[in-house]
């Protein structure tokens, strides 16, 4: 090999290495100790002299675990590996690998320069005082350099690594940094940068810049696949143009990648800059800014931003939320808005953009205690807005639409609990248009607005204006549910009830004999009202007690005592559900008399009450609220048994029963305030039972019935008062039963009971009940 010894001065700036290169090495430097290859191959281990290189004509340098000075390749191939070496410089097209190798720049102004050249860089370090990685091209050429790194890491005081027009960088699992408080991460003139598989871009202050080289019009791009941007001191995308015009930046932040900025900034478009966004499958949070004269489209593809977007004059942002994108935050000067049935935009302050078109997209205006306003100059399209109101202030998020507003729009106005104030309560205006036929109508359940006790329609007025009547009302989910529950206790009280009468068939089997028994029931009933659609209740339970025959008087006499529980499951439709849950002991004392047939049988029984509503409201949201509650009550019957032939019989009966239930104050927790007098219910009834004894061969008795009653409830007044709107509970009306069942006598001890029934009526039908039971006797 010939080796000619040289130092060089002269830097990088000095020029481009061409076909000449060996003439620049000999005459622009001046002596010291290198290494130079002119159309010549050479490999270099650990322990060759430390020393600088130049390459020229198709000449190739592989350093392997050596350590050398600066090296200059032209139209030539470095290989490096293992190695640690001075800046490198690449020119003419030629290729610089670098694996698992440290490269130190100092003080010039790139550690790695490429011009219209090559890198593969893996597993490597490259520092530079000044800048870390340039990308080039010769000022005279329409293509750059290409650079691929593969876990690395390049850092640079004045940023990590810039890419002139045409040339290409791409980054996997690398970090790329600015160490210097005024540095960048990456700088793009005109090139292309794409990061993947955790790639992190830091500066010291902006993470990204991306502008114009000089006297080159082409356009940026940008692609972060599962990377990180970080603005140390500023922000984390910086897109100037300075005030030249070029094609369209594009920057596209994928599958979970980020942007951080210190300042609160992700994207700052200014410098009549034009820049094309796309996020994907990304969560980002900051705020992005278009200033002079800049334009800047933003696309969200499943992806979200949590931060605002500001345009200033002259400038136009647009945004489209597609496939189920989530933008939070303000939108100001905004030219086109965009916005499709999976995506939505929560505002959180007043905002204002040119077009909005909602193809079946959502517009949520903050929270419930604070309430924005949205000027539209043109609406479009089919949408939902999300929007609050209240009476009592006559505060409202409010639509503004000042040019033309077209298509069906609904609104999901927030509910609550709370009531307006007495009468004042004037109509809220919720939207304004200026022209077109746009039609506004409510999203909540039932069309209808919930505020306190009462539900509000949506009036349109004659110019425009769409606005809540607060003298247009009906009762609200919630006071159906508190007024369903302060309602249902008595019929969980008679559905216990129920399954006690059924025994008297028992009874009569051997009634000198003490016994215990025990009860399974489930009863069904459809209650309407004068409020609303009523409910569904659906009631399972059991009882179980023990008698014993008393020696008084004439007649057989009985006494018992019983205990039980049971369960009541309450749907008022709409989402709204109750739960009743009852506990309850009780005594009984009957009369019997077997010469006549006469009986009287009486109970007595004292209830806990469990009760909880959780009430679905109109719009969409839920709220719970549950109480404690004691009832008393009882019941007497008088009927008398009359045998025929054959085993027949009938056995007319009328039946009294009074029960109280304790009034109570609760309520429900979105502020709903519900307080419910003493319920009373006072109910009578007639009927008769006709049925059979029959004698099987085995020595059993069965008995089969069948029973039919007319019953009338007296009590009237039950007041509930909401938010101090009374209601009344009225409970009165008549209504008829009927039932079928079979009375087994197993042996003297053992004996069974089943039994179904039908009852319908004024407000109440119970299309099914059923009972079953066994009683042992001693």
């Not at 940008?222 to 970080?230: I, K, N, P, Q, W």
């Not at 009569?508 to 009523?534: M, Q, T």
């Not at 949201?621 to 045998?643: F, T, W």
Request: negative net charge; proline residues 2%.
């Amino acid at each position: 090999m010939k080796l000619v010894k040289f130092v060089s001065r002269r830097s990088e700036a000095a020029g481009y290495l061409g076909s000449s290169s060996l003439l620049y090495f000999l005459f622009l430097a001046e002596p010291a100790l290198a290494g130079a290859l002119v159309g010549q191959d050479e490999t270099i281990t650990n322990g060759y002299p430390v020393e600088s290189w130049t390459l020229a004509q198709f000449s190739t340098l592989n350093v392997n675990g050596a350590e050398t000075l600066d090296v200059f390749v032209s139209e030539s191939t470095l290989n490096a590996s293992g190695a640690t070496t001075g800046r490198v410089t690449g020119s003419v097209g030629s290729t610089i690998n670098l694996s698992d190798t440290t490269v130190i720049g100092g003080n010039a102004p790139s550690a790695l320069r490429l011009d219209n050249s090559t890198a593969t860089i893996n597993g490597s370090t490259i520092v530079g005082d000044r800048l870390g990685l340039s990308a080039a091209r010769d000022v005279t050429s329409t293509t750059g350099s290409t650079v691929t790194a593969t876990d690395s890491t390049i850092t640079g005081a004045t940023g990590g690594a810039r890419a002139s027009a045409y040339s290409t960088m791409a980054f996997s699992n690398s970090t790329v940094e600015g160490t210097g408080a005024t540095s960048f991460g990456i700088s793009l003139l005109g090139g292309s940068a794409f990061a993947s598989n955790g790639t992190r871009i830091i500066g010291g202050q902006n993470g990204v810049t991306l502008g114009l080289e000089s006297g080159v019009s082409v356009g940026n791009q940008l692609e972060l696949d599962r990377s990180s941007v970080e603005g140390k001191n500023g922000s984390a995308i910086v897109v100037d143009y300075s005030g030249s015009s070029a094609p369209v930046t594009r920057i596209d932040v994928l599958n979970g990648s980020t942007l951080t900025g210190s300042n609160g900034t992700i994207l700052e478009v200014k410098g009549a800059a034009d820049v094309a966004t796309n996020v994907g499958l990304s969560d980002l949070t900051g705020n992005v800014q278009v200033s002079d004269n800049s334009v800047a489209a933003l696309t969200f593809t499943q992806g979200s931003l949590t931060g605002d977007i500001t345009a200033d004059a002259g400038s136009t942002a647009t945004v489209a939320l597609q496939q189920g994108s989530q933008l939070t935050g303000i939108m100001t000067n905004v030219a086109t808005v965009g916005i499709d049935a999976q995506s939505g935009w929560t505002m959180t302050g007043d905002s204002q953009v040119g077009n909005l078109a909602l193809n079946g997209g959502t517009v949520r205006m903050g929270a419930d205690n604070a309430f924005y306003r949205l000027n539209v100059e043109n609406l479009s399209g089919n949408g939902l807005f999300a929007i609050g109101t209240d009476f009592t202030t006559n505060q409202t998020d409010f639509i503004n639409v000042t040019g033309t507003a077209t298509g069906n729009h609904q609104l999901l106005i927030a509910a609550s609990g709370n009531e307006l104030v007495g009468s004042s309560g004037q109509p809220v205006q919720v939207v304004q248009t200026a022209g077109g036929d746009a039609v506004f109508s409510l999203a909540n359940t039932g069309g209808e607005v919930e505020f306190g006790a009462f539900t509000y329609g949506l009036q349109k007025g004659d110019t425009g204006d769409w606005f809540l009547d607060p003298t247009a009302r009906g009762v609200s989910p919630s006071t159906r549910a508190v007024m369903a529950l302060f309602n249902t206790a008595v019929t969980v009280w008679y559905g216990e009830q129920a399954s006690l009468r059924s025994r008297m068939g028992e009874l009569r089997f051997n009634p000198e004999k003490s016994g215990a028994w025990i009860r399974a029931y489930g009863n069904k009933y459809n209650v309407s009202d004068s409020y609303g659609a009523g409910y569904r209740q659906a009631q399972q339970g059991f009882s179980l007690g023990a008698d014993a025959p008393l020696p008084l008087g004439d007649g057989q006499w009985l006494l018992g005592v019983m205990a039980g529980h049971s369960t009541s499951d309450l749907d008022l439709h709409y989402g709204t559900s109750g739960t009743i849950k009852s506990y309850y002991l009780g005594t009984y004392l009957t009369w019997m008399d077997e010469t006549s047939g006469y009986y009287v049988d009486s109970t007595l029984k004292l209830n806990r009450f469990r009760n909880e509503a959780k009430v679905g409201m109109s719009d969409g949201q839920r709220s719970k609220g549950d109480y404690d509650n004691n009832g008393l009550g009882g019941s007497v019957e008088v009927g008398r048994h009359i045998k025929l032939d054959d085993g027949y019989f009938i056995e007319p009966f009328t039946q009294w029963s009074a029960v109280a239930i304790q009034g109570k104050d609760y309520h429900l927790d979105n502020g709903l305030q519900a307080e419910g007098d003493r319920t009373y219910s006072l109910l009578g009834k007639a009927g008769m039972t006709v049925g059979r004894d029959m004698q099987l061969n085995n020595g059993a008795t069965v008995q089969p019935y069948v029973r039919a009653a007319w019953a009338h409830e007296f009590s009237k007044n039950n007041e509930v008062k909401v938010n101090n709107n009374v209601f009344n509970n009225d409970l009165s009306g008549s209504r008829a039963e009927l039932g079928a069942g079979i009375a087994v006598n197993l042996s003297q001890r053992w004996q069974a009971h089943a039994e179904v029934e039908y009852m319908n009526g004024k407000g109440i039908e119970m299309p099914l009940g059923g009972t079953v039971g066994l009683q042992f006797k001693w």
